[in-house]
């Protein structure tokens, strides 16, 4: 029976490390999709403003619901990392019952 | 001799134990991905755009051609609509981030139908912005369900 603490920790934080990588691409694409939503919209907004379709007083209101669209794209982003949280975690789990398994050598 | 075989059963017992803990631990933090939610959150993005399009391309502001009541019966199908996935999302555990944006996107919905009916007419610009916010959102809704994809199955 062998279990090494030392070694069970370096492969349960490469587990970690690997799962947050695999899955890192997918928060980025997302950011910057969002970046280049807002950067339309505002540019439009800018646009409505200056050619008068939209009032001083809707320009005002309109900027106060991008905070709620801010937060809308913000929930969607803690979607995508609790998803990586969840993953690395049970990564680590799934490193450190393999390792107790090995040890004992019980078949679960 | 005696003590090194009582560390070993001690060791053993540890590992046992963490074993049972382990057979049933598992971190969740998010709910399983559903394909009919995320087929409805489609359905209901393509009809907003459906909606803001038909009425860039159809009416116009002038003659009273896009007053609040033409287009009454599609804003409250609309509001049915964001008011389902609403409810589908409220019911899943371990989904606050896409009911909060279900609830972001019926409040806005209700809000520029209001400032609709209000003005009575709606520009061609605002079309574009309303449709443009609407699109965004339904986009940040689908992220989020497709998020719950991203989890892998637990090890075996």
Same mark, same amino acid.
């Given at each position: 029976m062998s279990f090494d603490i030392h070694t069970v920790i370096a492969d349960m934080g490469s587990a970690v490390k690997n799962t947050v990588e695999d899955n890192w691409d997918e928060a980025r694409s997302v950011t910057i999709q969002f970046l280049q939503n807002?950067? #339309? *919209?505002?540019a +439009?907004?800018?646009? +409505? *403003?200056?050619?008068? @379709? +939209?009032?001083? #007083?809707?320009?005002?209101? *309109?900027?106060?619901? @991008?905070?709620? =669209?801010?937060?809308?794209?913000?929930?969607? +982003? !803690?979607?995508?990392?609790?998803? =990586?949280?969840?993953?690395? !975690?049970?990564a680590a789990i799934g490193v450190l019952e393999k390792a107790v398994k090995a040890a004992t050598g019980t078949v679960l | 001799m005696k003590s090194l075989n009582r560390n070993t059963a001690k060791t053993g017992l540890f590992l046992f134990i963490s074993l049972i803990f382990l057979f049933s631990c598992r971190v969740t933090l998010l709910p399983e991905y559903n394909a009919e939610i995320s087929k409805n959150i489609e359905n209901t993005a393509k %009809? $907003?755009?459906?909606?803001?399009?038909?009425?860039?391309?159809?009416? &116009?502001?002038e003659n009273s051609g896009r007053s609040y009541d033409r287009f009454a019966e599609m804003y409250v199908e609309i509001e049915v609509e964001i /008011? &389902?996935?609403? /409810?589908? /999302?409220?019911?899943?555990p371990l989904n606050e981030n896409s009911t909060r944006i279900c609830e972001i996107t019926l409040e806005l919905w209700q809000k520029y139908k209001e400032e609709h009916k209000t003005d009575?007419? %709606? &520009? /061609?610009? %605002?079309?574009? %912005?309303n449709r443009k916010v609407f699109a965004d959102l339904f986009f940040a809704m689908q $992220?989020?369900?497709?998020?719950n994809k991203l989890v892998n199955n637990p090890p075996e």
């Amino acid at each position: 029976m062998s279990f090494d603490i030392h070694t069970v920790i370096a492969d349960m934080g490469s587990a970690v490390k690997n799962t947050v990588e695999d899955n890192w691409d997918e928060a980025r694409s997302v950011t910057i999709q969002f970046l280049q939503n807002r950067k #339309e *919209r505002i540019a +439009l907004m800018a646009q +409505l *403003r200056i050619s008068g @379709e +939209l009032s001083k #007083e809707k320009f005002k209101r *309109r900027l106060e619901d @991008e905070k709620l =669209i801010l937060e809308a794209e913000l929930n969607a +982003l !803690a979607v995508i990392s609790k998803a =990586i949280a969840q993953n690395a !975690a049970n990564a680590a789990i799934g490193v450190l019952e393999k390792a107790v398994k090995a040890a004992t050598g019980t078949v679960l | 001799m005696k003590s090194l075989n009582r560390n070993t059963a001690k060791t053993g017992l540890f590992l046992f134990i963490s074993l049972i803990f382990l057979f049933s631990c598992r971190v969740t933090l998010l709910p399983e991905y559903n394909a009919e939610i995320s087929k409805n959150i489609e359905n209901t993005a393509k %009809l $907003v755009d459906k909606f803001y399009l038909l009425m860039s391309e159809t009416t &116009s502001e002038e003659n009273s051609g896009r007053s609040y009541d033409r287009f009454a019966e599609m804003y409250v199908e609309i509001e049915v609509e964001i /008011n &389902s996935l609403l /409810n589908q /999302n409220k019911i899943r555990p371990l989904n606050e981030n896409s009911t909060r944006i279900c609830e972001i996107t019926l409040e806005l919905w209700q809000k520029y139908k209001e400032e609709h009916k209000t003005d009575n007419t %709606l &520009s /061609n610009g %605002l079309i574009r %912005l309303n449709r443009k916010v609407f699109a965004d959102l339904f986009f940040a809704m689908q $992220v989020a369900e497709e998020g719950n994809k991203l989890v892998n199955n637990p090890p075996e």
